[in-house]
């Protein structure tokens, strides 16, 4: 079993703590998966700076494949962040860099590469929407929770390319959780789910609707990746189950284990260093 990450990475720099942590939604996925005991890969564009190494090899690290991955030049996406009692909150960031700017279009030899995996992770964040149609393999995709990624317009470029779709729905109530969830797959995805941070999860696959609770956290280290290790948690229990309706009450108990694990990380998977001087922050 192999799951790919496919397009973006960044540094996620925590100004309070003064230190660079390795990410990137697609990044924090395959290495989640990894780390659940299944082969990865990521598969995107690194920056010729001096924090492109870094991000490179703290992925390696990890276990997860990059030899596919190529450098261009320009600057690596930087996210400023800080940490109130827990909880990641988000400063700005750069635009996402190079990764962002000329992100990778699959040729041929990419094509067959991504599609040898048994699953293919992207995000808003990766810029990879005109490359989901070339993909011969299941997608999951991370809609995250603003309001441009939800249009009508939006969800028909990406809904029909993907098996599973994921929506951070913290801000809206349970009704309003479900008719997204219900649109999103009449535009073609095969499953809709939805984070809901300390409400749990709800997934929907046109026929079903289940739902789960989250596993409460006493002294959470850090939110950041609680949700990429909970997609990453249910789609790698779903694919060890045949990827059957059977199995979604299992793999959102899951991937509520995997969110809760991460909230005791700092960082979204570790690795970090600290910031090299005052001039970057």
């Not at 779903?238 to 809760?260: F, S």
């Amino acid at each position: 079993m192999k799951v790919l990450g496919f397009g973006d990475n960044i540094v996620d720099r925590f100004l309070d703590r003064g230190i660079d942590y390795p990410g990137g939604n697609s990044v924090n996925v395959a290495v989640f998966a990894r780390r659940l005991g299944v082969e990865a890969a990521y598969l995107g564009v690194f920056g010729d700076d001096e924090l492109g190494p870094f991000l490179r090899e703290s992925i390696a690290a990890q276990g997860v494949a990059v030899d596919w991955c190529v450098v261009r030049p320009g600057e690596t996406g930087v996210s400023h962040l800080r940490v109130d009692d827990g909880d990641r909150v988000f400063l700005g960031w750069n635009g996402g860099g190079v990764t962002v700017r000329e992100p990778l279009v699959l040729d041929a030899g990419l094509v067959a590469y991504a599609s040898s995996f048994d699953l293919v992770h992207s995000s808003v964040y990766s810029r990879s929407e005109s490359e989901l149609p070339k993909l011969r393999t299941r997608v999951s995709y991370d809609l995250s929770s603003e309001d441009e990624f939800r249009t009508p317009a939006y969800l028909d470029r990406v809904c029909p390319h993907a098996d599973l779709v994921l929506l951070s729905c913290s801000h809206l109530d349970v009704p309003a959780t479900e008719a997204l969830l219900a649109e999103v797959v009449r535009r073609g995805a095969g499953i809709a789910l939805a984070t809901r941070g300390v409400e749990g999860a709800i997934a929907h696959d046109g026929e079903v609707t289940v739902s789960a609770g989250a596993l409460p956290v006493a002294e959470p280290v850090d939110t950041m990746g609680c949700g990429d290790a909970f997609l990453a948690g249910f789609a790698v229990s779903l694919l060890r189950a045949g990827w059957q309706r059977a199995a979604l009450e299992r793999a959102l108990r899951d991937g509520a284990t995997a969110a809760y694990e991460q909230c005791l990380v700092e960082g979204a998977f570790g690795g970090g260093r600290p910031i090299l001087s005052r001039i970057e922050k």
